[in-house]
């Protein structure tokens, strides 16, 4: 299960980081902290669709799911089963 | 009478956090017609003082052009002041078609349909032609406007980082089971002047089976070997499957936009896009304005391309000045300062100097990237350039910038 995380933490530097510089952790807040716009959520949610073959529904893909990269964890986790 | 003392005074304190924050924007009066000399009022109440525009939209020196003027006081005598109608019920002239005929054929499309405003044209095309089955997919650094109808429009929505086309692609593998995909972006980019690879996003959108838009308001009339835009600029003029633009800018300025693109698409907007159903025609003495701008386009590159000579001058000026510049070759030449209050300042000293420039910062462009955008004109001459590089130099020079690198500017004045 540590791989998850690593996979999300990695997309979403990739994703969403413009400055290389700028350093974010399995709790850092990305939509509170303004790193990850609610707007962009839609490019994650699909991206961890595809990536483990699961389908989130739009209710359970709030943006309080969507905050720390341990939270977006927790949510795949619970619809990989 | 609901608007109590309570509600007035959550406003006050609202916009005094504005200003609390640096970022209230005041207008400044001007007193003459637009053009590269203006006469401004500035600080409100102040007495008029004479300066030379470096910041208008004013890319051919149509807005005051006497034959554009000409031709829209004939407008004005032949087909009247106002429609009071919107298009679709009693609001189409014959030049509204007219108009429609010519964008077409200038922006070589299969036909184009006529809104109040490009804000208006971008807000509404989305929601006309695409449903939650769809996908958009955008440049980071797209314009408001089109952020706005974005958002109005139910199709699903992504962003790619800017003018990346590794990314792009990815976005398009990524949203390959979509029914229709749209690719969005601006033609010519309004803060930093770049141009999109249009080229490249027309390859890629071939070959996924995207449609391509493209919001060319900084672009038509000059961008391109005869004016018609980024498409002609990228070797991909006809490829274009949207196009939206505004006469508000290089066009004689005066307001007007429109939606320019495969026929069936202009048609579902006729039918269905809002701010065309349910806002008011262009007014005739517009639109007869804009006719005579385009006869003048259709007719000689000159306006164009004396405009990209003093873009060459201007930028080549400020480069040997010392400026940081961002790269390109628009007429869209930010001079970036990093620091929004040096932003300001030098603005200001600028304006002292009788040279009008704006600064922009946060929120308009990211946090550290303030700058001033100077934006040249086919309405200025040699000698109104030789007087703002001095300026630009003598104020450079008072805070100590020329010459000094990215790096070296944040360090004296911070981010
Ligand atoms: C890229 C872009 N699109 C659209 C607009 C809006 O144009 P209009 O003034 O016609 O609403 C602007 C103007 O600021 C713009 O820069």
């Not at chain 2, 005094?16 to 970022?23: C, N, T």
């Not at chain 2, 000094?404 to 004045?413: C, G, H, P, R």
Request: hydrophobic content about 40%.
């Amino acid at each position: 299960m540590e791989e998850i995380r690593d996979v999300v933490l990695e997309y979403v530097i990739e994703e969403y980081l413009e400055d290389e510089d700028e350093e974010i952790n399995y709790e850092t807040p990305l939509i509170s902290g303004g790193i990850v716009d609610s707007f962009s959520m839609v490019s994650l949610k699909r991206f961890l669709e595809a990536q483990y073959k699961i389908s989130i529904p739009d209710e359970k893909a709030s943006p309080e799911a969507f905050d720390t990269v341990n939270s977006i964890t927790a949510l795949v986790r619970e619809f990989i089963g | 009478m609901s608007f109590n003392e309570k509600i007035r005074a959550m406003y006050v304190e609202q916009i005094e956090g504005i200003k609390d924050a640096g970022i209230f924007k005041q207008e400044r009066f001007i007193h003459s017609a637009q053009a590269a000399d203006i006469e401004v009022e500035f600080p409100a109440g102040s007495s008029l003082k004479k300066a030379i525009n470096m910041c208008a939209n004013n890319y051919l020196g149509l807005s005051s052009h006497p034959e554009v003027v000409k031709a829209a006081h004939e407008g004005l005598d032949t087909r009247g002041y106002g429609m009071s109608s919107v298009r679709f019920i009693c609001g189409t002239q014959d030049i509204h078609q007219e108009l429609e005929r010519k964008v077409t054929e200038f922006l070589g499309t299969e036909d184009t349909i006529l809104f109040p405003s490009c804000m208006d044209a971008n807000a509404g095309v989305f929601e006309a032609i695409l449903t939650d089955e769809d996908i958009m997919i955008s440049d980071r650094l797209v314009h408001a406007s089109i952020i706005d109808g974005i958002r109005l429009c139910s199709a699903m929505h992504d962003t790619f980082k800017h003018s990346n086309m590794i990314h792009l692609e990815k976005k398009l593998q990524l949203h390959a089971d979509k029914r229709l995909k749209v690719v969005i972006t601006d033609g010519v980019f309004s803060m930093d002047g770049d141009t999109a690879k249009l080229d490249e996003m027309v390859a890629l959108c071939e070959k996924y089976d995207a449609m391509l838009f493209v919001d060319d308001s900084h672009a038509t009339g000059f961008i391109g070997k005869t004016g018609r835009g980024t498409h002609e600029k990228c070797g991909v003029f006809g490829k274009i499957d949207i196009i939206t633009t505004t006469f508000g800018k290089a066009l004689g300025g005066a307001s007007g936009g429109c939606v320019s693109g495969r026929k069936e698409l202009v048609e579902m907007c006729r039918q269905k896009a809002r701010p065309y159903l349910f806002s008011n025609t262009i007014a005739p003495v517009v639109v007869s304005g804009v006719l005579k701008v385009l006869d003048i386009l259709f007719e000689s590159t000159e306006r164009r391309d004396k405009l990209e000579k003093n873009t060459a001058y201007w930028r080549k000026g400020l480069t040997e000045a010392g400026f940081v510049l961002k790269d390109g070759d628009t007429p869209i030449v930010p001079v970036m300062l990093f620091n929004a209050k040096l932003s300001q300042n030098i603005s200001n000293d600028l304006y002292d100097e009788g040279i009008y420039a704006i600064g922009f910062f946060f929120p308009v462009v990211a946090k550290g990237q303030a700058r001033i955008r100077t934006q040249i004109s086919a309405g200025h001459e040699i000698h109104h350039l030789d007087k703002a590089l001095s300026a630009f130099t003598k104020v450079g020079k008072k805070y100590d910038i020329l010459g000094k690198t990215k790096q070296e500017i944040i360090e004296m004045y911070g981010l």
